[in-house]
């Protein structure tokens, strides 16, 4: 019997967004492809690692609260269908001055949502989470549902009932060209050729070189995350110690987890270099790229500050100038969908742009609002009748 060629719908990208939406486009019944050019499990781009922060008091802003609390929800129904452990909730503490932007951006979107949290000041959250020592000043928003996901295994468990459910997976086959027309969609790869109705592209790091048609103002930046060891873990065990974000000076965040199978993870958002391809990201870590992270740590945390590193990694985030995500139909083709460079913070969010996705795909509608995440946002990126500038 020779091999399928011909689908519903060809995913190009096969990390959070795209096994998510592979999955519910295989739940749904349409005939699927996942595309992804390295191995499954590699650790090339933005989903591996031990751990991502899920929060629902969302301080970047309340409109991404429905889209959290609905990934909630499909996150504990992937656990049932895979029989996997996929999140932890042990709560989240959002930290900083009183007049920052973490702390009014999480107390807006509690209000706003009517969520639980608390208010707690620095003596209040050293005294409820002892590896804690916040300098005077400082205050907290603990937000009871927020915990952390294991993201190898979502992305796993994603794929893994995906192609139970029907979906054809390939890895290791690099998309080498594409082409869409009123009619449908046709993708060449490394191995052979595809038709489908319509086209994902969830790559990542890798959309701008997919889609050079469009001057999508993205930027790549190396993300280093560090493992630490303090003398003692009792205090960070997940029982004790929630997951955090701290504003450490106006507009600059760290943020953290409990110990893990690697150590106490944390590291300070947005602080890498930055570079227009993957290809240019440097891997290695240097021994004295921890110290701006110990140097943020200090006011909060400071046993975790002066702990050793017991490991660090490298990942990509693929930001946005606004850092918002991108989930809108390519301007030239309205069969071709791209979908969520997201800035470093979209991962919590994949299973339920993975479902919101599905069903643009096969002609329905999102069920939040996602007009904020359109391309039209950035201005003109195309030139005459769609071609390239």
């Known amino acids: 019997m020779s091999e399928k060629r011909d689908f519903d719908v060809i995913v190009v990208g096969l990390g959070a967004m795209g096994s998510a939406t592979l999955f519910h486009l295989a ?5 699927v492809l ?18 991502r922060i899920i929060r629902e008091t969302y301080f970047e802003h309340p409109l991404y609260v429905p889209l959290v609390q609905r990934a909630h929800q499909l996150w504990r129904e992937l656990e049932r269908i895979t029989r996997t452990s996929l999140m932890t909730i042990n709560g989240g503490l959002m930290i900083g001055p009183a007049n920052g932007a973490v702390v009014n951006g999480t107390l807006r979107s509690a209000r706003e949502h009517g969520l639980a949290h608390e208010t707690l000041t620095a ?20 937000d009871p549902k927020a915990g952390y996901l294991d993201p190898e295994a979502c992305v796993a468990a994603h794929l893994e009932a995906a192609v139970r459910a029907g979906a054809t997976a390939r890895f290791g086959e690099a998309v080498l060209a594409w082409s ?16 489908a109705k319509r086209l994902l592209f969830a790559a990542g790091a890798w959309t701008g070189a997919l889609i050079p048609e469009l001057t999508l103002p993205l930027t790549i930046e190396r993300q280093v995350v560090f493992w630490l060891q303090p003398d003692s873990t009792s205090d960070f065990d997940s029982a004790r110690f929630p997951i955090y974000a701290y504003e450490y000076k106006p507009g600059h965040i760290c ?9 106490v993870k944390a590291s300070v958002m947005h602080s890498g270099e930055l570079a227009n391809s993957p290809a240019r990201i440097r891997r290695s870590v ?3 790229e921890v110290e701006a992270l110990r140097a943020a740590l200090r006011p909060v945390l400071p046993t975790l500050a002066a702990a050793q590193v017991r490991d ?33 913070h979209g991962f919590k969010f994949s299973s339920a742009i993975g479902e919101l996705q599905a069903s ?22 195309t030139g005459p009748l769609g071609e390239a500038k």
Not at 35 to 49: C, F, M, V, W
């Open 312 to 344: 660090s990694d490298t990942c990509l985030f693929t930001n946005t100038p606004d850092h918002d995500f991108i989930i809108d139909w390519h301007p030239s083709h309205p069969n071709v969908l791209i979908s969520s460079p997201c800035s470093g």
């Open 180 to 195: 869409a027309d009123r009619h449908g969609v046709e993708v060449r790869t490394t191995e052979t050729t595809y038709t």
């Open 255 to 263: 943020y953290g987890f409990p110990e893990l199978r690697r150590g």
């Open 27 to 31: 739940r749904g019944g349409a005939g």
């Open 34 to 51: 996942g595309l992804e050019q390295y191995p499954r499990g590699h650790s090339a781009g933005s989903s591996h690692g031990d751990s």
């Open 123 to 142: 003596n209040e959250i050293a005294a409820r989470f002892p590896a804690f020592e916040p300098v005077d000043g400082l205050v907290g928003v603990f």
């Open 286 to 288: 240097d021994d004295d």
């Open 360 to 381: 643009l795909l096969t002609g329905g509608t999102a069920d939040v609002d996602i007009a904020p995440f359109r391309l039209t946002r950035f201005g003109r990126l």
